[in-house]
């Protein structure tokens, strides 16, 4: 079955650790996205990609990192320069239509919940 | 900065009831989206309407567009306790997907 998987479901952090949350798909979508969900509010973009070896910075992107080194790949690390990292954090994927005409569709993974203690 | 904004921000009814959210975007668009997120899960793709459409149906689903007021509107019609979820509207921003902060639905039994 084709997906994209977060993992871990649940992580726990102590303050000043860095974390590493997986996202893999095996969609062959070319564009990947993280996005951080507080309790009860929306969801803001983190950093995209549109492409291997190639990412762009969202509105909330200080105190995080990412890479794209695989097609399949695009792991969230969530360094302990990021001063309130307890949120819900959400992988996502789509087929890349550029510009603004396309339609990006996203599939998303089923997140991941960092809490630290 | 968020491009959709959802209103109500929570809305409660009876199973059988319709349920209408709406959501007011900032700039010019091609097309709108809608999700549905359960509580704790990922968001799943409803539906998605282009610029030059003014009305869509998927199922018990109606999405319709005004881009003169840069609002949409989602319908459910029947509701069922199993449609208890929040529902997001997205838009392409350049080159990224920007969501608003979603209408919370609960149905009740």
């Known amino acids: 079955d084709g997906g994209i998987t977060q993992s871990p479901k649940y992580l726990f952090r102590k303050e000043g650790q860095n974390v590493t949350l997986s996202c893999e798909q095996n969609?062959?979508?070319?564009?990947m996205y993280w996005y951080r969900q507080d309790p009860g509010q929306g969801l803001r973009l983190i950093y995209y990609s549109q492409i291997v070896n190639d990412f762009q910075k969202g509105d909330i992107a200080e105190g995080y990192s990412v890479s794209r080194e695989k097609k399949e790949s695009f792991p969230l690390t969530v360094t302990s320069a990021q001063k309130n990292p307890t949120a819900f954090y959400l992988c996502?994927?789509?087929?890349?239509?550029?510009?603004?005409?396309?339609?990006?569709?996203?599939?998303f993974g089923a997140g991941s919940r960092l809490t630290v203690l | 900065s968020q491009q959709g904004e959802e209103d109500p921000q929570a809305l409660s009814i009876q199973e059988g009831e319709n349920a209408t959210m709406n959501c007011s975007y900032k700039t010019s668009i091609n097309n709108l989206q809608w999700y549905r997120q359960n509580s704790g899960r990922g968001l799943v793709h409803l539906i998605l309407?282009?610029?030059?459409?003014r009305e869509k149906h998927s199922g018990r689903l109606r999405v319709t567009l005004d881009t003169s007021k840069k609002s949409s509107s989602l319908l459910i019609t029947a509701s069922r306790a199993a449609d208890t979820a929040s529902y997001f509207c997205a838009t392409k921003d350049n080159n990224d997907m920007r969501f608003g902060a979603g209408t919370r639905l609960t149905v009740k039994p």
């Open positions: 969609l062959n979508h070319d564009a």
């Open positions: 996502a994927s789509s087929i890349w239509t550029g510009g603004v005409s396309g339609a990006n569709v996203l599939t």
């Open positions: 309407i282009r610029s030059n459409e």
